[in-house]
């Protein structure tokens, strides 16, 4: 697995696709692998004329693990979320936002075409923002703003994503572990089966397992606060995607995304949840690749 040398930390990727068409870069969520972009996914994406190209975030899947940062504690970060306290994190969504654009600059990409999701698209959010320059569009799939006063998530969505997760030598207890949160957080539109789920879980368990770092970035999360003064001064041409059924970030927090964004364009699907199933692969390919092909037309 080639990687990227950025921020005093390691970055795995992969790509698909000519190295001369324009490049789409692919930003995961919370504790999820670069796999979850599915093979099918990205080679999709590649048959529409893009390099595509996909990467683990830090403390998680190939790239590099902080393990010298102090164990997290979730409670008191939620504590201190409620009460408006800051929240002490051992990295910030900015820190992967310039893990981000520092592995565009090991790769030579200029420009790319922005996709993230969940917390992905919070950190693709920040990029867009901040690295006008760098971003030809962006794509935000089931993120929010962080605006406060959105509707929380289904407690039991909640419930199934703060489980505490099995011990990592246990791989059967580990697949549960992921079949009962994506069970509870997955696409009832677009159900997968459970053996086709196990054996998904399986080979990312199989791949890297590390519930540490979920919950160091899952602390980010909480202490990144409201995006709604950045999200203004996005000018790349914006597409949101949201499930209209999506549990954990419920739809009006997509909604108020594309709604402080310049121009931006939504898009909601019925049926769609909090994950990417496989039959949701050739609805976001077309809505994606229309948009950047759309920009790339424009320019």
Not at 58 to 74: H, M, N
Not at 189 to 209: E, H, K, N, Q, W
Not at 216 to 241: D, N
Not at 266 to 277: E, N, Q, R, S, T
Request: charged residues 20%.
């Amino acid at each position: 697995m080639p990687v990227v040398s950025t921020n005093q930390i390691e970055l795995a990727y992969d790509e698909v696709g000519d190295q001369g068409a324009p490049a789409i870069l692919l930003v995961m969520g919370l504790g999820t692998q670069m796999t979850a972009w599915s093979e099918e996914f990205c080679r999709s994406l590649a048959g529409r004329g893009f390099r595509v190209l996909r990467f683990d975030n830090r403390d998680v899947g190939l790239s590099s693990k902080i393990e010298t940062a102090k164990p997290v504690a979730i409670a008191a970060a939620f504590a201190s979320l409620m009460t408006g306290k800051p929240v002490e994190a051992p990295y910030t969504l900015d820190d992967m936002a310039a893990d981000t654009v520092g592995l565009m600059d090991g790769l030579g990409l200029r420009q790319v075409h922005l996709v993230g999701a969940s917390m992905g698209g919070m950190i693709a959010q920040i990029i867009a923002a901040k690295h006008a320059d760098r971003v030809s569009s962006l794509t935000s799939i089931m993120s929010s703003s962080g605006a406060p006063g959105l509707p929380q998530a289904k407690p039991e969505a909640i419930s199934a994503l703060l489980a505490p997760r099995p011990a990592s030598e246990d791989r059967e207890q580990a697949i549960d572990h992921g079949v009962k949160v994506y069970r509870v957080i997955g696409s009832p539109g677009f159900p997968t089966s459970d053996a086709d789920l196990r054996v998904r879980i399986g080979r990312a368990v199989d791949r890297s397992y590390y519930p540490a770092g979920v919950g160091r970035q899952f602390v980010a999360v909480l202490a990144g606060g409201s995006r709604v003064e950045l999200l203004k001064r996005i000018v790349a041409p914006t597409l949101v995607i949201h499930g209209a059924d999506d549990p954990l970030v419920p739809v009006e927090a997509g909604i108020d995304t594309a709604r402080h964004i310049p121009d931006a364009a939504l898009k909601v699907i019925p049926g769609m949840g909090h994950d990417l199933a496989a039959g949701l692969v050739p609805i976001l390919v077309d809505a994606i690749a229309a948009h950047c092909q759309a920009v790339a037309h424009v320019r």
